[in-house]
């Protein structure tokens, strides 16, 4: 009976799984044949080659703007519409209530309200461009095409696009990048329960003079660490990528090769998607943004670019002072003048199958008041009793933003000086972004708004209400990071510091570790001519100098290990982290074990929230502050010799409780696998599965090659989770034959081919060029009525 009940139950997921995969293919987009599209001034060709990638082939650019919308439309649909929504804060609408705390942060932050107001500020091209945009996605919506399997799924039509819809993404996407609020968070946990001392000794870069004199007293109260995991479980701030550029006379061809990977969180479907558009006065090939009418990183024949984060600290959280009225509440807090009431706005959230829910939303002169998302519930807050509250203050969050205006003006530049001046308009999320032309000029600008602070370091929250660590301006465009045809010929950047120390502005008081940049750096200087063979080559490399780095540190404190049969062997490791090679799991999971050992004790509970490695931390600790190595749990005093021969017994441990003693037959790729999980499913148990594309992966996060991975204690140890979202190297001479790769692929529909066809070649290194007329193998023609 109870193989016959098991038999019935596979035998209706398969029938489940089956309707559902065939509901998927009828809602597959037809990639030939003639079309009618109301809003066409011209016919438009859309090309597609072996991979889907299309070529739209248009009369003028309005037409080419409505196409691309379309073509958005037809493969990345259901992908749009959750960035829609994520911004709008109406993912509850969906999804019910495991939408309510993404909305409730959404809601708070004012993204849409935001974008739409910037959107109101463009100039009139740039306008013109996302309103044609939007009337590619409807003619699209209009045609009334079977959906794909997840509106089925969720039982709703999109509502029809509108032009401001397309600026929320640079929002979301500023929220990941522009990611000081996090560790300003950490940092904050940290200082609240142990003091400023400790917490700046946890961070070991130096500090400018002016640091934050906040007090311990000031902090108390507020929920850091509360708060940090409730805005990190909405936005997952992981910044990371390369870029670099060589002048043609370092170059093969003789001119300009220009590189670059953006690191990104992994999703499915990817969050690129690949197009060349055609026009008489406009020509680009390379990445867009389902969603986006513009090109954010490639070529347009003349100029090609490419763009990392800068981790500059371009926001700060202010402690502000409330004050307390007859009824006990708060309705205002202190400035520098005086007390001002909150500025106070009401959000609805209505979440599937539940009752409506309003939020009450307050700000600040420096920004919304982000403790509130630690409500309870929406609903009329219960303020009384409160005494501090902290409001975020971005550049991101800041009006008048004209990064789109950037965008399409940088689109249209045909020489490095025109896509400098381009660059002026970039406000956020501030980005290193390079660029080279055909002429033979390269160049590079951090471009953004960077605020001035009157004092402070922006490490910790400060004081709101003395105005003592308020912003002054914006740090000028022409004093920004820059510079044009160096003498050198190179130009890297791979999130390492960007200005010597003599900077006159305060960028960052941290800076991510150069491993990443130091190997692109030795590669190119050990190279006499950079070809794009040997770019390509140098996005691949795996060599992780973080364990070159920390290697001999670690073995310097193990004259207690018994068997040193495999530490001998660790040791002679050069630091490859291949995915066929044992000694990347048997370091990682030592770094981790010796990092436990020392911190574990001293952090107690916020222990967990200690992401990462931490590398240059755990080198200053083995190599002279010698006093974290005593675990304050016991009553001897215990060496760093001790915890970190301890740690290696318990990786020995923990490779015998898997039963992978004989390390020979243990592979890095066989635990650091590469997961893109799907948008919907991903985030739901049982069918988190569906849709998901998963690869064997080598590398580290300090690799160039970038493979960063969840720690050993996660539920899925060393998922490799972060990494390049796109490759491409564009060699100036001869730009047709610039080189891309993609995890992933083209299409959002799990049925369609082109749903994962190039995950394998973006793996093993392997890239694709933009499609050439010749390598068309479909072809739709829209025409106008």
């Not at 037409?63 to 911004?87: I, T, W």
């Not at 409730?230 to 990371?240: G, H, I, L, Y």
């Not at 072809?779 to 106008?784: A, D, I, M, V």
Request: net charge negative; hydrophobic share 45%.
């Amino acid at each position: 009976m109870l193989f016959w009940f098991a038999a019935f139950i596979v035998m209706a997921l398969g029938l489940i799984a089956g309707a559902m995969r065939l509901a998927d293919w009828r809602a597959l987009p037809a990639y030939e044949g003639t079309v009618t599209a109301k809003g066409l001034l011209a016919p438009v060709t859309i090309g597609r080659d072996k991979h889907g990638i299309p070529l739209i082939t248009a009369a003028s650019e309005d037409d080419a703007y409505f196409a691309l919308g379309y073509v958005h439309a037809q493969d990345r649909l259901f992908e749009m519409e959750m960035m829609r929504r994520q911004g709008q804060g109406r993912l509850a609408e969906l999804v019910g209530n495991p939408g309510i705390a993404p909305d409730r942060f959404m809601l708070t932050l004012g993204v849409y309200r935001r974008a739409a107001a910037d959107f109101a500020g463009l100039d009139e091209p740039t306008r013109r461009a996302f309103a044609r945009y939007a009337e590619g996605v409807n003619a699209w919506l209009d045609e009334r095409h079977p959906l794909p399997l997840e509106f089925d799924l969720l039982q709703f039509r999109p509502e029809r696009w509108q032009p401001a819809d397309s600026l929320v993404w640079q929002k979301l996407m500023g929220l990941q990048l522009s990611s000081n609020w996090d560790r300003e968070l950490a940092q904050a946990a940290l200082a609240a329960k142990f003091g400023l001392a400790l917490a700046a000794a946890l961070d070991p870069d130096p500090r400018p003079t002016d640091a934050v004199t906040i007090s311990q007293s000031d902090l108390a109260g507020l929920r850091f660490a509360d708060l940090r995991r409730a805005m990190t479980e909405v936005v997952q701030p992981n910044s990371a990528s390369n870029v670099w550029t060589v002048a043609g006379n370092r170059t093969a061809t003789g001119k300009p090769i220009l590189a670059n990977d953006p690191h990104l969180n992994f999703q499915a479907p990817s969050i690129w998607y690949f197009v060349g558009i055609d026009t008489p006065d406009l020509k680009m090939f390379g990445a867009t943004i389902p969603g986006v009418p513009l090109q954010i990183v490639g070529h347009n024949g003349h100029v090609a670019w490419g763009l990392t984060t800068t981790e500059s600290d371009t926001s700060d959280l202010f402690v502000e002072q409330t004050v307390e009225n007859q009824a006990g509440g708060t309705d205002s807090y202190v400035t520098p003048t005086g007390a001002e009431p909150f500025i106070v706005r009401t959000e609805t959230i209505r979440p599937r199958f539940n009752a409506a829910m309003t939020l009450t939303v307050r700000e600040t002169r420096h920004g919304p008041v982000v403790s509130d998302i630690l409500g309870a519930s929406p609903g009329t807050p219960d303020y009384a009793g409160e005494k501090r509250v902290l409001a975020l203050a971005a550049g991101l969050l800041a009006p008048d933003d004209r990064s789109a205006q950037a965008l399409y003006r940088m689109n249209h530049a045909a020489t490095v000086d025109a896509f400098r001046a381009a660059l002026a308009d970039f406000h956020a999320p501030q980005q290193n972004i390079m660029f080279a032309d055909t002429a033979g000029g390269i160049g590079y600008v951090a471009a953004g708004r960077v605020p001035i602070r009157k004092s402070g370091d922006g490490m910790t929250p400060v004081p709101g209400w003395s105005g003592d660590y308020d912003w002054t301006g914006w740090i000028p465009f022409a004093e920004l990071p820059q510079s044009l045809n160096p003498p050198s010929g190179v130009l890297i950047n791979a999130n390492n510091k960007m200005v010597p120390d003599g900077y006159p502005y305060l960028l960052a008081a941290h800076w991510p570790e150069a491993y990443r940049a130091n190997r692109i750096r030795d590669a190119i200087a050990a190279t006499p001519r950079v070809s794009p063979d040997t770019t390509a080559a140098l996005q691949q490399d795996v060599v992780s100098l973080m364990a070159r780095d920390l290697l001999p540190v670690l073995m310097a404190h193990t004259a207690g290990v018994g068997d040193k049969k495999l530490l001998d062997r660790l040791k002679s490791w050069d630091g490859t982290a291949a995915r066929d090679k044992w000694e990347p799991l048997v370091f990682a999971v030592w770094m981790e074990r010796v990092k436990r050992r020392i911190f574990a004790d001293d952090l107690g509970d916020l222990y967990p929230d200690f992401g990462g490695a931490r590398p240059l931390l755990m080198r200053d600790v083995l190599t002279g502050e010698a006093d974290w190595c005593d675990d304050k749990t016991t009553q001897a005093t215990e060496t760093c010799d001790q915890m970190v021969s301890a740690a290696w017994a318990d990786t020995l441990a923990w490779l015998k409780e898997r039963r992978l003693s004989t390390v020979d037959k243990v592979h890095w790729g066989n635990f650091h696998q590469a997961r893109f999980p799907h948008l919907l499913f991903g985030n739901f148990p049982v069918i988190g599965g569906l849709g998901a594309l998963s690869i064997a992966t080598p590398g580290d996060t300090y690799t160039v090659n970038r493979g960063t991975f969840l720690s050993p204690a996660s539920r899925a140890p060393f998922r490799h989770v972060h990494g390049s979202s796109l490759r491409a190297v564009y060699d100036l001479g001869d730009l047709a034959a610039s080189r891309f790769a993609l995890p992933g692929g083209q299409s959002g529909q799990i049925a369609s081919r082109h749903y994962g066809d190039l995950l394998r070649d973006w793996r093993d290194g392997r890239y694709f060029t933009q499609p050439a007329p010749a390598a068309i193998v479909n072809r739709l023609t829209l025409n106008p009525p």
